[in-house]
């Protein structure tokens, strides 16, 4: 019988620091996803500007204008007062 137990039995310290090295890569490649995510927001946000008749480009410059105050605003609350962290 072969034991496989020496994939288990790592000195704690490289256990740990394996651990810690695979945490900080989820969270780098979750970082990227949420990047990738922002970019596609502004590229849609492009790609419907684009499809806006020009009579209603105004409106909805100030509707997006609007928006975007709104979301500084609830992000100060939630920061208690202060900018983005």
């Known amino acids: 019988m072969i034991d496989n137990q020496y994939l288990y039995n790592y000195p704690a310290y490289i256990a740990n620091d394996s651990l810690r090295q ?5 969270k780098n490649w979750e970082q990227q996803k949420k990047i ?3 970019v596609r927001a502004v ?4 790609n419907a500007a684009r499809d806006i008749a020009s009579e ?3 409106q909805a410059a100030g509707a997006c204008c609007a928006e975007i105050v709104a ?11 202060q900018q983005w962290q």
């Open 22 to 26: 695979a945490e900080e890569q989820r």
């Open 36 to 38: 990738g995510d922002m």
């Open 43 to 46: 590229r849609d946000y492009f």
């Open 56 to 58: 209603y480009r105004q």
């Open 71 to 81: 979301q500084i605003a609830l992000e100060r609350r939630r920061n208690g007062g």
